[in-house]
């Protein structure tokens, strides 16, 4: 008996949690839209005068739009290994390690461990229906595939679209006998198998987007998980006929507004079969935006750098939630990162976390559908392996520096630079030498991470 008190205590704090949220009998349905490069700045409801998404303008008036969310790494798979696991990356070796790459390449060995509980897998127990369309870029070996780790059905591209260069042909020329490929040579994959290679990118977004409204129909009796990864917006760019050449700001802004034509056929889709107020929507990218691409990189807008750095520019990403009547309407400050999907996703399953396994993210159930704040926490802008910077509240402290390219080696700064995030949003203005008890603050919130971590066996050699 004295063993049922405790249990009975916490039923009742969970009940009283939720008692606020009412869901219908079936859990809710999980769907993941996840952009690739896409800016902080390129979409109109985060300021971009120059590219058009009113279908996410309206996903983000509808739903709540953090201004503040991160991705958990400033590249493609160490942050895909974060969303899914719910863990930072170097939890499960896919990171950068020293004399390891920063990525999945297609001559690359590694994968996601089999050791890791995916959300995918995680929902699956639970009774989910699961989906993978679009980028994978967590292994294309035996364990490390999307049909290894909990996803009934696969349609997209193993890596990169810009992976693979065709025999001949320089990655990128237009001399190719075929022009929608120009030299790519990246093979589209369904279930495991090749099925198109080299794969038309003129028209993968729109593919992607049939196969996840049909998915989304096919198993409207739900519950459902749909992670949809977007190639797009990663160079090299493409758009289909019907967006070419139709926004301001060239092919990039074209890919990023077919992008929003497809988050409105989901939402369409979604609304159609009556099932908007029972399936949590969740829009984000992976990284920030490819700057040294010139005019096909995007724009971070007022944050600093981009891809490949732990500045703002290249972790802080769009972030909108969206549940139609459930998630209240708004826009959140909250610091928020792509790890608070999973427990976020379980909670609303009724799934209870993986035994033995360290969560990084918070539930985000409770702010999303009662207004709740969320605890302050530090969040570590991890980049490969080491710690570069760390926010605590408005304070963000830089222990090392380095653009996302180009810069060969990291600046390491013995007192770290300390910017305040609310007042100088872009870092600009270091405020270290006023404020050495903030310093002291988030070096003892990384002691305490690091004293904890186990990192996992690398991956990405
Ligand atoms: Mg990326």
């Known amino acids: 008996m004295p063993k ?3 249990r009975l205590i916490l039923y009742t704090c969970v009940f009283a949690a939720f008692s606020q949220v009412k869901f219908p009998a079936a859990p809710p349905n999980v769907v993941i839209l996840f ?57 499960s070796g896919m990171c950068e390690t020293p004399g390891a790459r920063r990525v999945l390449f297609a001559n690359s060995k590694g994968g996601l461990p089999q050791s890791e509980v995916t959300l995918a897998r995680a929902l ?47 990655k990128g020329s237009s001399g190719s006998p075929n022009p929608p490929q120009d030299g790519w040579n990246v093979a589209l994959m369904r279930d495991g198998k090749v099925v198109e290679q080299p794969a038309d990118q003129t028209t993968l977004t729109r593919r992607y987007t049939e196969e996840a409204v049909k ?30 050449g139709r926004s301001r700001a060239g092919i990039y802004g074209d890919a990023v507004e077919e992008l929003d034509w497809s988050t409105g056929q ?4 979604l609304r159609k079969e009556g099932l908007a107020g029972n399936t949590l929507v969740f829009f984000t990218s992976d990284n ?7 005019s096909q990189g995007g724009s971070a807008g007022l944050l600093k750098d981009g891809k490949g750095s732990t500045w703002e520019g290249g972790m802080r990403v769009p972030g909108i939630a969206w549940m139609p009547g459930r998630v209240q309407p708004g826009v959140t400050s909250a610091v928020a990162h792509m790890m608070d999907l999973f427990p976020t996703a379980l909670a609303l399953a009724g799934v209870e976390r993986p035994a033995g396994v360290t969560l990084d993210g918070v539930d985000l159930a409770p702010m999303l559908f009662a207004g709740r704040s969320l605890p302050e926490r530090p969040f570590f802008y991890y980049r490969g392996d080491q710690i570069f910077a760390c926010r605590l509240g408005e304070w963000k402290a830089h222990f090392k520096t380095q653009t996302g390219y180009g810069q060969p080696k990291a600046e390491a700064h013995e007192r770290p630079l300390l910017f305040h995030l609310g007042l100088d949003p872009s870092e600009k203005r270091d405020m270290a030498a006023t404020h050495p008890d903030v310093i002291a603050r988030i070096q003892d919130a990384v002691r305490t991470h690091q004293a904890a971590m186990t990192p996992g066996a690398p991956q990405l050699q």
């Open 35 to 91: 952009a690739d490069d896409l800016g902080y700045g390129d979409l109109g409801c985060q300021g971009s005068p120059v590219i058009r998404t009113p279908n996410l303008d309206r996903m983000a008036a509808e739903g709540l739009r953090f201004t503040d969310f991160y991705s958990a790494a400033e590249v493609c798979t160490p942050s895909r290994a974060a969303l899914l696991t719910g863990r930072y990356p170097i939890r």
């Open 266 to 269: 989901i939402l369409d889709a």
């Open 124 to 170: 699956k127990a639970r009774g989910y229906a699961t989906a993978h369309v679009g980028k994978w870029h967590l292994g294309i070996h035996e364990g490390g595939r999307p049909l290894d780790h909990g996803f009934d059905s696969s349609f997209g591209l193993p890596y990169s679209n810009d992976m693979d260069g065709r025999p001949g042909l320089p």
């Open 215 to 244: 998915f989304i129909t096919e198993k409207k009796g739900g519950p459902f998980f749909l992670y949809l990864a977007h190639t797009f917006p990663h160079v090299p760019m493409f758009a289909s006929p019907q967006f070419k």
């Open 4 to 6: 049922l008190l405790p």
């Open 288 to 294: 920030g935006p490819w700057l040294i691409m010139g």
